[in-house]
């Protein structure tokens, strides 16, 4: 089977600019899902930009007996930290909750 050049160009226009990865790489060290905050900056040292946000996130639970069902309505502080590594790479952001990566996103390239 064959593939046009065509659709393969048509697939990458569609594909989102924004994509969630494992990990990300800089100077000093690998990051991970799951990392410190600290260990983020010894890495790959101070962001290009920092913002702060609040979710609230529903979670629906049955109770000891199991015939009841309760609803819980947390609120996370989620930190969002911007690294723009130059026009040659990736920008990244990575999310992070209770002072760790909980998500990391390839923004496109730097400036």
Known sequence: MRI???FVCGLLMI???FA??????CKNGIVSKGDFAGDVVSKCGEPAGKSQREEKR?????ESG????????TTVTIDDWTYNFGSNEFMHQISLENGRVARIESLGYGY
Do not use: R, Y
């Open 4 to 6: 046009s050049l065509a």
């Open 15 to 17: 594909v989102p600019a």
């Open 20 to 25: 969630e990865t494992a990990t990300m790489i």
């Open 58 to 62: 529903i979670e629906k639970t049955k």
């Open 66 to 73: 199991g015939a009841k069902e309760k609803t819980v309505v």
